[in-house]
């Protein structure tokens, strides 16, 4: 077979490294891909944004099966455009993307087919949005509706947090604010693969998502993961997939809008059960760094057999695995481009590229979020000492990193 991964990130150097060890997989295609991917596949210069010219590289070279990573090549509909001319392809079309794409239309799918959430509204108008904060009061969650690349959300724990996001949110012209109740629990990422009505969940990772130690600051897309979360427990895991997930795929099949691809739900357990936070169209970053090194099981052909409407058992090896982000100077509100990047010889953790480029042979820093390295241990102690301790081996002075990953799951 001939794979092609659609994106440039940590996610598809993740997802590409591991298709690459199926023995179903003769090659496998990134377009455009990262440095690191060279090491065991071939880079397409082709933008993920550019569905036309994906479409036919993929015609051109009789790709077998296409997966997509980022979440901003679904909303442009590169699936619909794949299935239009033949193409097998692992991620769904514009319509059902919204499900990431439009917080309102995520909410509006949940409330309608019974999925547990937070209560919420949504506003185009300013001054509605206001009164509607005063009313409730603080905490409260304000996310604008669009994507946002992991940012867009404020935890509002205070009421003045509440009116500077809406401030900023209503900045943007036509921008829509959906305006929800805070939950509070245990926050972790449940990802599936999902075909119609049919689910293989994976185990799961917790992200964290605020910049600095101490879940201080900013959202971010992502500064590290762990997995498997020991406070996540089977009933937990059972629970989420029968009472959110599986109702959410059946309510998009009602709604003809069936579901293919990676299925993304944000969860909190709460007092009062699981309930969900959001839902993402595509495997999570950095959840796919930390989550997939764990797979014992094909993701090809477990990828496959879902698209038969198949739902096989996902193997996993009996590790732990700890993910730590090194970010750009500056990032989230910016990033910093060109500082040059030295990874020595010897390093034990799986390095996954999320922002990086080559210039004369030299590695260099590329975006926000540059480098994910993934520690693997026989528990968190071990697989973060591994991160950390490989972590203080790259030498870059314009990267920075949270000290504190997993550190929730340490202290039960």
């Given at each position: 077979?001939?794979?092609?991964?659609?994106?440039?990130?940590?996610?598809?150097?993740a997802?590409?490294?591991?298709i690459?060890?199926?023995?179903?997989?003769?090659?496998?295609?990134?377009?455009?891909g990262?440095?690191?991917?060279e090491?065991?596949?071939?880079?397409?210069?082709?933008?993920?944004?550019?569905?036309?010219g994906?479409?036919?590289?993929?015609?051109?070279?009789?790709?077998?099966?296409?997966?997509?990573?980022p979440?901003?090549?679904?909303?442009l509909?590169?699936?619909?455009?794949f299935?239009?001319?033949?193409?097998?392809?692992?991620?769904?079309?514009?319509?059902?993307?919204?499900?990431?794409?439009?917080?309102d239309?995520?909410?509006?799918?949940?409330?309608?087919?019974?999925?547990?959430?937070?209560a919420?509204?949504?506003?185009?108008?300013?001054a509605?949005?206001?009164e509607?904060?005063?009313?409730?009061?603080?905490?409260?969650?304000?996310?604008?509706?669009?994507?946002?690349?992991?940012?867009?959300?404020?935890?509002?724990?205070?009421?003045?947090?509440?009116?500077e996001?809406?401030?900023?949110?209503?900045?943007?012209?036509?921008?829509?604010?959906?305006?929800?109740?805070?939950?509070?629990?245990?926050?972790?990422?449940?990802?599936?693969?999902a075909?119609?009505?049919?689910?293989i969940?994976?185990?799961v990772?917790?992200?964290?998502?605020?910049?600095?130690?101490?879940?201080?600051?900013?959202n971010t897309?992502?500064?590290?993961?762990?997995?498997?979360?020991?406070?996540?427990?089977?009933?937990?895991?059972e629970?989420?997939v029968?009472?959110?997930?599986r109702?959410?795929l059946?309510?998009?099949?009602k709604?003809?809008?069936?579901?293919?691809?990676?299925?993304?739900?944000g969860?909190?357990?709460?007092?009062?059960?699981?309930?969900?936070?959001?839902?993402?169209a595509?495997?999570?970053?950095?959840?796919a760094?930390?989550?997939l090194?764990?797979?014992?099981s094909?993701?090809?052909?477990?990828?496959?057999?879902?698209?038969?409407?198949?739902?096989?058992?996902?193997k996993?090896?009996?590790t732990?695995?700890?993910?730590?982000?090194?970010?750009?100077?500056?990032y989230?509100?910016?990033?910093t481009?060109?500082?040059?990047?030295?990874?020595?010889?010897?390093?034990?953790?799986?390095?996954?590229?999320?922002?990086?480029?080559?210039?004369?042979?030299?590695?260099?820093?590329?975006?926000?979020?540059?480098?994910?390295?993934?520690g693997?241990?026989?528990?968190l102690?071990?697989?973060?000492a591994?991160?950390?301790a490989?972590?203080?081996?790259?030498k870059?002075?314009?990267?920075?990193?949270?000290?504190?990953?997993?550190?929730?799951?340490?202290?039960d």
């Amino acid at each position: 077979m001939k794979v092609l991964v659609i994106g440039k990130g940590g996610r598809e150097h993740a997802l590409a490294w591991k298709i690459n060890q199926s023995p179903l997989v003769d090659k496998v295609f990134v377009a455009p891909g990262n440095p690191g991917i060279e090491e065991f596949g071939v880079n397409v210069n082709i933008k993920d944004s550019d569905v036309e010219g994906l479409v036919d590289f993929a015609l051109k070279e009789n790709i077998d099966l296409t997966v997509v990573g980022p979440e901003t090549t679904l909303a442009l509909g590169v699936a619909d455009a794949f299935e239009a001319k033949g193409l097998k392809i692992f991620g769904p079309k514009k319509d059902v993307a919204r499900l990431e794409s439009s917080k309102d239309f995520a909410k509006h799918i949940m409330e309608k087919y019974n999925v547990p959430t937070g209560a919420y509204k949504t506003f185009d108008n300013k001054a509605e949005a206001l009164e509607y904060v005063n009313k409730k009061g603080a905490p409260i969650v304000i996310k604008e509706d669009g994507l946002k690349a992991g940012k867009g959300v404020t935890v509002a724990l205070k009421i003045e947090e509440a009116y500077e996001a809406l401030d900023i949110a209503f900045d943007i012209p036509n921008n829509r604010v959906v305006i929800e109740d805070y939950l509070d629990g245990f926050e972790f990422s449940l990802i599936a693969l999902a075909h119609n009505d049919k689910v293989i969940p994976l185990e799961v990772g917790q992200d964290h998502k605020r910049v600095f130690d101490g879940d201080l600051g900013p959202n971010t897309g992502g500064m590290g993961v762990y997995s498997p979360v020991k406070r996540v427990t089977k009933d937990i895991i059972e629970a989420s997939v029968n009472e959110i997930i599986r109702p959410t795929l059946k309510g998009l099949v009602k709604e003809g809008l069936p579901f293919t691809g990676f299925i993304f739900a944000g969860i909190m357990d709460t007092k009062e059960g699981v309930k969900t936070i959001e839902f993402n169209a595509r495997f999570g970053d950095p959840e796919a760094e930390s989550i997939l090194p764990r797979m014992e099981s094909d993701l090809v052909e477990l990828i496959l057999d879902i698209m038969n409407d198949k739902e096989t058992p996902v193997k996993w090896k009996d590790t732990t695995t700890c993910g730590v982000v090194m970010a750009s100077e500056g990032y989230p509100a910016s990033s910093t481009v060109g500082a040059e990047i030295t990874i020595p010889e010897g390093i034990e953790s799986q390095i996954f590229h999320m922002g990086t480029k080559l210039e004369d042979g030299k590695l260099l820093t590329n975006g926000g979020r540059v480098l994910i390295v993934v520690g693997e241990g026989k528990d968190l102690k071990e697989a973060k000492a591994k991160a950390y301790a490989d972590i203080e081996k790259i030498k870059c002075d314009k990267l920075f990193y949270r000290k504190d990953i997993g550190a929730k799951d340490l202290i039960d």
